[in-house]
């Protein structure tokens, strides 16, 4: 690649917090909370308009499991945040715990409360573009806004980017994709479907993934082209409304912007060829209409750190319980369909959530605090889906009930760090989890 040479110029500096927070996801949202309401002086920068990452921008239009088939098991600020949205949408059940519908803009405003009212600040519409490091931490980042460039520096940053931007582009190790090719899961846009018929949908069989020769669902998607395969998650998200967590689209990295481009004009044109399908195939969808497509693209994965432990599908497997645990996890291994199995996927002979073992009811594992610190790197800590694991493992606890725990976490953590000369890996970890347990988190 070719370089171009900028004229320097000084830029304004902030150095007025303790704890700066990258990303306004879930993790990101959950960490920056927690370490306000610990005392700590905290900014929460996020890139795009709103709070929440995938179940508000993304259109995400269900939460994962909560329970362990027994109980809620994602405590704390997780169990807030989703017992909040839930009471906001009269036709969800109070005792309902998994798989329970979204209502993004409710959720925009239970993150928006959550993080300004524990003291947190935020700054929306504002890109981290350079990270400034050097003898093993992260000394400020630059970011870009329509103010222009501003440098933040802070003792404890935590890396909520979804993709691990502060801790790799400070020079920490991460591993990426399938580590043979680096191919990657695919991505998905979601949508949302208005003017359906509530009462024909509910009586008739619509499955989240079912394309089997012989069906309507096969039969449309050999008939629509733009449809990549037959998966297809619905939620009942209000009256006559429905959000789909539908199709897979290939190729898309989400540290690479051109790929992420070219994915959200396919994902629009996916999402329009959903609806004209459904039209046609499946009375409860005559007449309905395309509201909106997700103003962010679903990413399964990018980077993961190297952390001072890597979780492993062996952890998984043995439900395997650590001294320094930060939550609990019991949600499958979803690993997504490869290239390479776009064939099956089309023909129905794919079932990318029985391929490996289910946890029986009461099972889970642990997540170690160790995940969230990444090797080489002392001030950063990385909540979310970039965290130390292994790929097997990334493609369970990537999914929001773990993001906010992770952040919680996190966020408690890097306040506690502020003691320790801002060294996350130095903190107290029985102390950690003795705070998140007073704040209601399960750890057995």
Same mark, same amino acid.
């Given at each position: 690649?070719?370089?171009?040479?900028?004229?320097?110029?000084?830029?304004?500096?902030?150095?007025?917090?303790?704890?700066?927070?990258?990303?306004?996801?879930?993790?990101?949202?959950?960490?920056?909370?927690?370490?306000?309401?610990?005392?700590?002086?905290?900014?929460?920068?996020?890139?795009?308009?709103?709070?929440?990452?995938?179940?508000?921008?993304?259109?995400?239009?269900?939460?994962?499991?909560?329970?362990?088939?027994?109980?809620?098991? &994602?405590?704390?600020?997780?169990?807030?945040?989703?017992?909040?949205?839930?009471?906001?949408?009269?036709? !969800?059940?109070?005792?309902?715990?998994?798989?329970?519908?979204?209502?993004?803009?409710?959720?925009?405003?239970?993150?928006?409360?959550?993080?300004? @009212?524990? @003291?947190?600040?935020?700054?929306?519409?504002?890109?981290?573009?350079?990270?400034?490091?050097?003898?093993?931490?992260?000394?400020?980042?630059?970011?870009?806004?329509?103010?222009?460039?501003?440098?933040?520096?802070?003792?404890?940053?935590?890396?909520?980017?979804?993709?691990?931007?502060?801790?790799?582009?400070?020079?920490?190790?991460?591993?990426?994709?399938?580590?043979?090719?680096?191919?990657?899961?695919?991505?998905?846009?979601?949508?949302?479907?208005?003017?359906?018929?509530?009462?024909?949908?509910?009586?008739?069989?619509?499955?989240?993934?079912?394309?089997?020769?012989?069906?309507?669902?096969?039969?449309?998607?050999?008939?629509?082209?733009?449809?990549?395969?037959?998966?297809?998650?619905?939620?009942?998200? @209000?009256?006559?409304?429905?959000?789909?967590?539908?199709?897979?689209?290939?190729?898309?990295?989400?540290?690479?912007?051109?790929?992420?481009?070219?994915?959200?004009?396919?994902?629009?044109?996916?999402?329009?060829?959903?609806?004209?399908?459904?039209?046609?195939?499946?009375?409860?969808?005559?007449?309905?209409?395309?509201?909106?497509?997700?103003?962010?693209?679903?990413?399964?994965?990018?980077?993961?750190?190297?952390?001072?432990?890597?979780?492993?599908?062996?952890?998984?497997?043995?439900?395997?319980?650590?001294?320094?645990?930060?939550?609990?996890?019991?949600?499958?291994?979803?690993?997504?369909?490869?290239?390479?199995?776009?064939?099956?996927?089309?023909?129905?002979?794919?079932?990318?959530?029985?391929?490996?073992?289910?946890?029986?009811?009461?099972?889970?594992?642990?997540?170690? &605090?160790?995940?969230?610190?990444?090797?080489?790197?002392?001030?950063?800590?990385?909540?979310?889906?970039? !965290?130390?694991?292994?790929?097997?493992?990334?493609?369970?606890?990537?999914?929001?009930?773990?993001?906010?725990?992770?952040?919680?976490?996190?966020?408690?953590?890097?306040?506690?760090?502020?003691?320790?000369?801002?060294?996350?890996?130095?903190?107290?970890?029985?102390?950690?989890?003795?705070?998140?347990?007073?704040?209601?988190?399960?750890?057995?």
């Amino acid at each position: 690649m070719k370089k171009h040479q900028i004229k320097a110029k000084e830029i304004p500096l902030n150095d007025s917090y303790d704890v700066i927070v990258v990303g306004g996801g879930p993790s990101g949202c959950t960490a920056a909370a927690a370490a306000a309401r610990e005392g700590a002086k905290t900014l929460l920068i996020e890139a795009t308009s709103s709070l929440g990452g995938m179940g508000t921008s993304g259109l995400v239009p269900s939460w994962c499991p909560y329970s362990d088939k027994q109980r809620i098991i &994602y405590g704390g600020m997780a169990q807030y945040v989703f017992e909040k949205s839930k009471a906001g949408m009269p036709h !969800v059940g109070k005792d309902e715990l998994d798989w329970v519908p979204i209502d993004p803009e409710l959720l925009k405003c239970i993150y928006d409360d959550l993080v300004i @009212g524990s @003291g947190a600040d935020i700054l929306f519409n504002s890109f981290m573009g350079s990270v400034e490091s050097g003898n093993g931490a992260v000394s400020a980042i630059i970011v870009a806004s329509k103010s222009g460039l501003m440098a933040y520096r802070a003792k404890v940053f935590i890396d909520a980017s979804g993709d691990a931007d502060v801790a790799a582009w400070a020079g920490a190790k991460f591993q990426k994709g399938d580590g043979k090719s680096g191919e990657l899961m695919p991505a998905t846009h979601c949508f949302t479907l208005a003017n359906v018929d509530e009462y024909t949908q509910k009586n008739s069989v619509l499955k989240w993934w079912d394309s089997a020769p012989g069906s309507w669902r096969h039969s449309m998607v050999r008939k629509y082209p733009g449809l990549t395969d037959g998966h297809l998650c619905k939620a009942h998200v @209000g009256p006559g409304v429905f959000g789909f967590n539908a199709g897979h689209i290939w190729d898309v990295d989400n540290t690479r912007p051109e790929t992420v481009s070219k994915a959200l004009v396919q994902g629009r044109k996916i999402a329009c060829e959903f609806r004209r399908a459904l039209a046609e195939f499946h009375p409860a969808f005559r007449n309905s209409f395309l509201v909106n497509t997700g103003s962010l693209l679903g990413i399964r994965e990018t980077r993961r750190i190297i952390g001072d432990y890597v979780l492993t599908v062996g952890d998984y497997m043995a439900r395997k319980s650590f001294k320094d645990e930060i939550s609990r996890n019991s949600y499958p291994i979803d690993i997504h369909t490869a290239k390479s199995e776009i064939g099956k996927a089309k023909t129905g002979k794919l079932n990318v959530m029985e391929r490996y073992e289910q946890f029986k009811s009461g099972e889970s594992h642990g997540i170690p &605090y160790r995940c969230l610190t990444p090797k080489g790197l002392r001030n950063v800590l990385v909540p979310g889906r970039a !965290v130390s694991c292994d790929r097997f493992v990334q493609g369970s606890v990537r999914v929001m009930p773990n993001c906010l725990c992770m952040g919680e976490a996190a966020g408690i953590a890097g306040a506690m760090a502020l003691k320790k000369q801002g060294d996350v890996h130095a903190i107290n970890t029985d102390a950690l989890r003795s705070r998140l347990k007073k704040n209601g988190a399960y750890l057995p």
